[in-house]
């Protein structure tokens, strides 16, 4: 075994391990460093890892000749450059895969490119001939790929590569439709007897053989880039797919090992080794991919996780990955992927600077940040600098440590090197009005707890969505239930083919309630050849009769977890991954507790509906205060103080400012009853989520 002085047990000597940095797709020159410093630096990161795809080929790692005309040549000025400002460069690789581009594809395709199955081609084949015939069964070929499945529609016969559509499920079996001399091989004839191996693909590319030669060029490929390239870190993402790749689990790390030690071997620097599954090259352990949702309750799981690898493994731990606008992609503002709010971001920060765990962005490129990206940003680097410097009593630290609880870092007036910590609550109620012909003054009692003493809180309003009424003739069937008769713990509709609920991302159901405590989940889901996960909304029976409820926005990883009749399957499915709406295949309505006396009417998909909230108002003994002006459908107002609150969309950008009317008073220790008013400015029901900050400065 050999020794890495930036891994395993020196891993805590080498200050490195312990770095902010980002991972960026984006080719950088030159001449933009200075840039790109200048805008890293609002975030506190002092790493950049450069991402397999448009910087450099994965496999080979040519570089993109648009950007830098001589090769990799040009990249190491690049990361001269970035060394001169105090940041280091890594190269982030797909391991062991291969880019279909690749020397090792084109134009003679290397023989360690993993085969999935063989078959023996059942007569002569010439270079024109688009259907291939061969001996054994092809029933069970699927012709369905996708980022995660370990499956391709690629065919290899002796030095040359196919595309086909499809297998055929019955006898003659064979493959259909196949383009010849695909991915740059030339189409030749071929004789009856040859093999046809079914060849092996994951995240897009193609897979090398575990433990064969093209393995062993490939990670001396991946050395002699990073030599060459000037980096000080080397990220080998996708290890993990070698699991993927051999009937025999328990061989991994040998595999795995193999691939990292040739690495070792030709590498001319230390470099820092993330991701790599081996303790002793390992530089920092605990990276997982980025939450776009139930962030508080995801940073509980990460930090309890990395607690654990950190002090078994005697390695520090990364907080990453993060997106700090994790709501950008959602094209429906906040319906799957709400925006990581200031108390969402806080919470990670205090987690990462009392565990003293680096963190890693993906979504602060130049030039593609977010406006909420810039303010998360903002604040986490704040705290960094606090952790860098190491400034904090060992008794603070650990109070910031306590899960759940919450704390706010602000600077000390004008003293830049002086700071104060307020202990946190955060108050959460909802406001619904259904539709009625009232438009203004709709009216509902809040109440909000202050732990604190008196003192003004911050205030957040929410406009969720509306949707469409239950008995709307566009309405769809989803789950048709008796009313009569009882159910399971669960009941699953499949979609075969998938079905298109783009029009119909609501739903409603009617449930009978008995009062019984039970909990109840819909859930939705889409395939997994899309990266895709699933969507709850809860329902609690905590009622008894008859009661609708509107499903809308996902609710994953709001509430304590729950051990469903179907589970969650991975964090990713749970935090991460989205549901694709014109791809739904499957729903799942899930009953933890007895259902027995629970009834169901049919579930049905009805759309959604768009308003503004308009002149939202609170009165407190009896004193009113508004805010004047409207908030869409997905947009959030904020107010910290001041005369005006802004209105932001999900991204973050400030679409319009509220005027303040009348003052905003202090909440008194303990409970507080207010009256929570709104209009809007079409008939459809009311949705918003009301959020109160309370502060107390610790001594």
Not at 90 to 99: E, S
Not at 150 to 176: C, K, Q, W
Not at 260 to 267: Q, S, V
Not at 584 to 608: C, H, Q, W, Y
Request: charged share 25%; aromatic share 12%; hydrophobic share 35%.
């Amino acid at each position: 075994m050999p020794v890495h002085a930036a891994g395993g047990p020196f891993a805590l000597d080498d200050p490195r391990s312990r770095g902010t940095y980002i991972i960026t797709s984006t080719p950088i020159r030159r001449e933009e460093v200075q840039g790109w410093c200048t805008h890293l630096s609002r975030f506190g990161v002092d790493q950049v890892y450069f991402h397999q795809g448009r910087p450099f080929r994965q496999g080979d790692f040519v570089f993109n000749k648009e950007y830098y005309p001589n090769g990799i040549s040009d990249f190491r000025e690049v990361s001269r450059e970035f060394n001169k400002h105090g940041i280091t460069t890594g190269i982030l690789t797909y391991a062991h895969f291969v880019h279909q581009d690749s020397r090792f594809v084109a134009p003679v395709p290397h023989k360690d490119l993993d085969i999935m199955r063989i078959f023996t081609l059942d007569g002569d084949l010439d270079e024109k001939a688009t259907f291939v015939p061969v001996g054994e069964s092809t029933a069970d070929v699927s012709n369905i790929v996708g980022f995660s499945i370990t499956n391709s529609v690629v065919l290899r016969i002796d030095d040359e590569l196919m595309v086909f559509e499809s297998a055929s499920d019955h006898a003659p079996y064979g493959f259909t439709h196949c383009r010849r001399g695909a991915y740059g091989t030339k189409a030749v004839s071929h004789k009856k007897g040859a093999a046809v191996g079914h060849v092996t693909q994951r995240y897009g590319l193609f897979c090398s053989q575990p433990g064969s030669d093209l393995v062993r060029e490939i990670s001396r490929e991946t050395a002699r880039a990073y030599n060459e390239g000037g980096f000080g870190m080397i990220y080998l993402d996708a290890l993990d797919g070698t699991g993927a790749l051999t009937e025999h689990r328990e061989y991994v790390p040998y595999y795995d090992a193999f691939f990292i030690n040739e690495i070792l071997k030709y590498t001319q620097t230390v470099p820092v080794m993330d991701y790599c599954f081996l303790w002793y090259p390992m530089s920092r352990v605990g990276e997982w991919d980025c939450p776009r949702r139930g962030f508080q309750q995801y940073f509980d799981r990460h930090v309890d996780t990395l607690k654990k690898l950190s002090e078994r493994y005697y390695l520090p731990g990364q907080f990453g990955w993060l997106a700090l606008c994790p709501s950008a992609r959602e094209a429906i503002s906040a319906f799957q992927c709400p925006p990581m709010h200031l108390e969402d971001t806080r919470y990670l920060a205090t987690k990462a600077l009392a565990h003293d765990y680096g963190l890693s962005f993906l979504d602060v490129s130049l030039g593609q940040t977010q406006p909420l990206a810039f303010r998360n940003g903002a604040i986490l680097a704040d705290y960094m600098r606090l952790r860098r410097a190491k400034r904090l009593s060992q008794s603070i630290l650990d109070q910031l440590k306590t899960p759940g609880a919450h704390f706010v870092l602000q600077r000390h007036g004008e003293d830049a090197n002086r700071w104060d910590f307020y202990e946190a609550d955060y108050q959460y109620a909802v406001a619904s009005f259904p539709a009625s012909d009232a438009m203004t003054d709709l009216t509902t009692p809040i109440v909000v707890t202050n732990r604190f003493q008196a003192a003004r809180p911050t205030i957040r309003i929410e406009n969720r969505y509306s949707a469409e009424d239950y008995e709307t003739a566009s309405s769809v069937e989803l789950i048709r239930f008796d009313e009569t008769q009882p159910v399971g713990n669960m009941t699953t509709r499949i979609f075969d083919p998938t079905i298109d609920l783009r029009g119909h991302l609501a739903m409603g159901l009617w449930v009978r309630g008995d009062n019984g405590g039970q909990k109840i989940n819909v859930r939705v889901e889409s395939p997994i050849q899309y990266v895709s996960g699933h969507n709850d909304h809860f329902i609690d029976v905590d009622f008894s009769g008859w009661r609708y409820f509107s499903l809308i926005e996902a609710e994953n990883g709001t509430r304590p977890p729950v051990e469903w009749p179907k589970p969650c399957g991975s964090y990713l499915d749970e935090y991460r991954e989205i549901v694709h709406y014109e791809h739904v295949s499957e729903i799942n309505l899930m009953i933890v507790g007895d259902p027995k006396n629970l009834r169901f009417r049919t579930l049905k998909a009805v759309p959604i509906r768009n308003y503004d909230l308009i002149d939202p108002s609170f009165v407190l003994d009896g004193r009113k205060f508004l805010f004047k002006g409207a908030i869409a459908t997905g947009h959030y107002m904020e107010w910290e103080g001041g005369e005006t609150a802004s209105v932001c969309n999900h991204t973050g950008q400030e679409v319009s400012r509220m005027k303040l009317v009348g003052d905003v008073p202090a909440l008194s220790q303990g409970e507080n009853r207010l009256t929570f008013s709104c209009g809007r400015n079409v008939n459809t029901p009311v949705r918003a989520r009301l959020v109160f900050g309370n502060f107390s400065i610790i001594p």
